[in-house]
């Protein structure tokens, strides 16, 4: 195979033939049909940038974050608070609310909708005591498993050998107790299900610095564990301990759910354009459970729903493609889950992909993925130096941001198809540096209600979401008008990067 399909375990569990799964996501249309509803835009204009970015106004992008605002309060009767997540009321609404706006462009657009199972997961509360003591850092990894009969669980703490990635790592005493584990090598995941298969009732992750750790299982099994990260500082006096030949009791306490789900992906490619050459971009349509995530992604999703409504009044050379993902925040299902059916024939079609997540963090930076040649498909650089191109010309300063498989561009990276992106920032701290280079506050979050239950209307820079929104029409038009001088997609690629396991896969960390 000329794209070899390389990435962590996602929390897929495909039931559709890759034939059918496609069938889906790119309606077949005749060239009679395409010709009949392109008619129309025989009078339109062609793309022009700076046209398309004039367009834009702040007063659209807000009215629609009021609207999705609404739609996440739908989740209210069962999680108790406004909410998008996949599986929710709030969620199914979005995209009703996206493929509603797109059914009513005139048929600019050929829609489609794309199903696929994926999991979810609730931790509705826990608890880790180590001898005394209750960890402050101690946290429950998503998607973990509830202790048996969501009932604590007592043993004594087992430190495991090496970093557990191996059968042999898992002393027999583990049985029975909770399994004490270093982080690093292996999935957190993989770890998990080697201290079930040993016997342990409970495993605690603790990170190899001092700082906290957070994290995800990804694909359930049936030898998951109920599993905690710890911080480094809080582990490093107990691993001296258990040296030592301390005895050190523990107890463990999750009550939890992991479920099955339908949810769908959304698409819309127009009409008009050469089918062989398109350019993709796309946002997700979810948030995460604790809130309604309108910066996160709420901005990126509307962004893309405002420049598709602005994009038809014009006529373009090459097609353009947009995607609304869901279950990014479980660990990029939808976007995994398009890659991965995608035939080789329509992969080729895709000249790059562009990914808009974050576009109006409150204490924003002006953040490109810092995607190379040199280590990602050939174009990922070329499409990097568009936006910073764009910012020079708007006398704005730009950061890099690592390229490092936290969002939906991970799966396009990973098949030869050249990806980058912009954003604002999530949890990430706000350097002095910055400070001066784009206001806000230094030592800060980019967006402090980042996951949050506060990440609402009132959590987006209009500044920066408005301006980020023209270069999104900026990158579509661009490319919409031509691809020259942009690398010819090759049935090879430089993906040296990945050679290694990443630590991220999606925003949590999976090793």
């Not at 947009?322 to 079609?349: I, Q, R, T």
């Not at 561009?409 to 706000?430: H, L, M």
Request: net charge negative; glycine share 10%; charged share 20%.
């Amino acid at each position: 195979m000329a794209f070899t399909r390389r990435w962590p375990s996602t929390l897929l569990f495909a039931v559709l033939g890759a034939a059918t799964a496609f069938e889906l996501q790119v309606p077949l249309i005749s060239p009679q049909q395409r010709q009949s509803e392109a008619g129309n835009s025989l009078v339109k204009p062609l793309i022009d940038t700076d046209k398309l970015q004039d367009s834009i106004k702040i007063e659209n992008l807000l009215n629609r974050a009021k609207d999705l605002y609404g739609l996440a309060e739908l989740s209210e009767p069962e999680f108790g608070h406004p909410t998008r997540v996949i599986g929710s009321a709030g969620h199914s609404a979005t995209l009703e609310y996206i493929y509603s706006a797109l059914e009513k462009l005139g048929g600019y657009y050929t829609l489609s909708k794309q199903p696929f199972p994926a999991v979810m997961g609730q931790v509705y509360e826990s608890r880790l005591v180590i001898g005394n003591e209750v960890p402050k850092s101690a946290s429950p990894m998503s998607l973990t498993p509830p202790t048996p009969n969501k009932q604590p669980v007592h043993g004594e703490l087992v430190l495991v050998a090496n970093e557990g990635c191996h059968a042999s790592d898992y002393p027999a005493n583990v049985t029975s107790n909770i399994a004490l584990i270093l982080r690093g090598t292996c999935s957190f995941g993989t770890k998990s299900e080697l201290a079930g298969k040993a016997g342990a009732v409970a495993a605690v992750v603790y990170n190899y610095d001092s700082g906290d750790l957070s994290g995800t299982l990804e694909s359930p099994t049936p030898n998951h564990v109920a599993t905690f990260g710890l911080s480094g500082k809080e582990a490093g006096s107990i691993v001296k301990k258990l040296k030592a030949g301390e005895v050190v009791d523990s107890i463990a306490y999750v009550d939890s759910e992991v479920k099955q789900i339908q949810t769908t992906n959304i698409i819309a490619q127009t009409v008009e354009g050469d089918p062989d050459n398109c350019v993709m971009l796309g946002g997700h349509s979810d948030s995460v459970s604790e809130g309604p995530g309108i910066n996160d992604d709420g901005s990126g999703s509307l962004t893309l729903l405002e420049v598709a409504t602005q994009l038809t009044s014009f006529s373009v050379k090459n097609c353009v493609r947009f995607a609304w993902w869901a279950g990014e925040e479980e660990g990029l299902l939808g976007s995994d889950y398009y890659v991965e059916v995608l035939p080789e024939e329509e992969n080729m079609k895709i000249r790059l992909f562009m990914d808009y997540d974050m576009m109006g963090s409150p204490n924003f930076a002006y953040q490109v993925y810092n995607a190379t040649n040199a280590v990602n498909p050939v174009g990922s650089e070329e499409l990097r130096d568009l936006y910073l191109d764009w910012y020079t010309a708007q006398g704005l300063n730009y950061t890099f941001i690592p390229f490092d498989g936290r969002s939906d561009y991970d799966a396009f990276i990973r098949n030869g198809i050249p990806g980058g992106g912009i954003a604002t920032g999530a949890e990430g701290i706000k350097t002095k540096e910055e400070e001066i280079m784009f206001g806000g506050k230094a030592g800060d979050w980019y967006d402090p209600c980042y996951h949050q239950l506060c990440d609402d209307v009132g959590n987006v820079n209009s500044t920066a979401w408005l301006l980020n929104t023209k270069l999104v029409a900026h990158s579509v038009a661009t490319f919409a008008f031509s691809f020259e001088d942009f690398p010819e997609r090759t049935t090879t690629a430089s993906l040296s990067t990945y050679e290694q396991p990443v630590k991220y896969h999606g925003h949590r960390l999976v090793l």
